[in-house]
Antibody, heavy 120, light 111 residues
Framework: EVQVLESGGGLVQPGGSLKLSCAAS????????MNWVRQAPGKGLQWVST????????YYADSVKGRFIISRDNSKNTLYLQMNSLRVEDTAVYYC?????????????WGQGTLVTVST | QSALSQPASVSGSPGQSITISCTGT?????????VSWYQQHPGKAPKLIIY???NRPSGVSDRFSGSKSGNTASLTLSGLQAEDEADYYC???????????FGSGTKVTVL
């Protein structure tokens, strides 16, 4: 069974940093692109970042570019999101999502999410 | 990076069919057959129900169907059931500076 499980969320002050992890199982991790998608309280889904499987190319939403870093450790089947210079507007549930076979086709497996709260 | 445009809400009676639109541009919806749709119940993670415009993942009811015309994609729910009451989001690959762009979301209410 395909599973992705996020961890690392919590309360952080504006300007602080946090690193999210996503442990993957039940599929060949090295063969699939992975994504982070967030959802602010009461709001819609927002794509955050993608890392490909083939060459580890990375992509970011403009709102996080230069502040967030996506990475993967294929030896640990784990996806990461390093979040720096956090802002109040980064407060959201962060979902890890596995891509379909084609990185651009959508996401077929989602975790339950981890809540990040940026506040004083 | 503007979100794809969806109606805020759509409603229908049990057994009826409803359609949710998702309007983008030639850089996303209109330019690629990489539109996906997600269903999200309150407090739950999103669930993929359509990918590549009109394909259903294994296990997804055939009451869900997708299509596209120009810059607008559509999700149709046939034979509406109480369990279909949820939020629905479209998503498309984008050739602009982003990778994916989501729709603004549509709340489906079963009357």
């Amino acid at each position: 069974e395909v599973q992705v499980l996020e961890s690392g969320g919590g309360l952080v002050q504006p300007g602080g940093s946090l690193k999210l992890s996503c442990a993957a199982s039940g599929f060949t991790f090295t063969s699939y692109a992975m994504n982070w998608v967030r959802q602010a309280p009461g709001k819609g889904l927002q794509w955050v970042s993608t890392i490909t499987a083939t060459d580890d190319s990375t992509y970011y939403a403009d709102s996080v570019k230069g502040r967030f870093i996506i990475s993967r450790d294929n030896s640990k089947n784990t996806l990461y999101l390093q979040m720096n210079s956090l802002r109040v507007e980064d407060t959201a549930v962060y979902y890890c999502a596995k891509a379909l076979r084609g990185a651009t086709q959508g996401c077929d497996s989602w975790g339950q999410g981890t809540l990040v709260t940026v506040s004083t | 990076q503007s979100a794809l445009s969806q109606p805020a809400s759509v409603s229908g009676s049990p057994g009826q069919s409803i359609t949710i639109s998702c309007t983008g541009t030639s850089s996303d919806v209109g330019g690629f057959n990489y539109v996906s749709w997600y269903q999200q119940h309150p407090g739950k993670a999103p669930k993929l129900i359509i990918y590549n415009v009109s394909n259903r993942p294994s296990g997804v009811s055939d009451r869900f169907s997708g299509s596209k015309s120009g810059n607008t994609a559509s999700l149709t729910l046939s034979g509406l059931q109480a369990e279909d009451e949820a939020d629905y989001y479209c998503c498309s690959y984008s050739s602009s500076t982003t990778f994916y762009v989501f729709g603004s979301g549509t709340k489906v209410t079963v009357l």
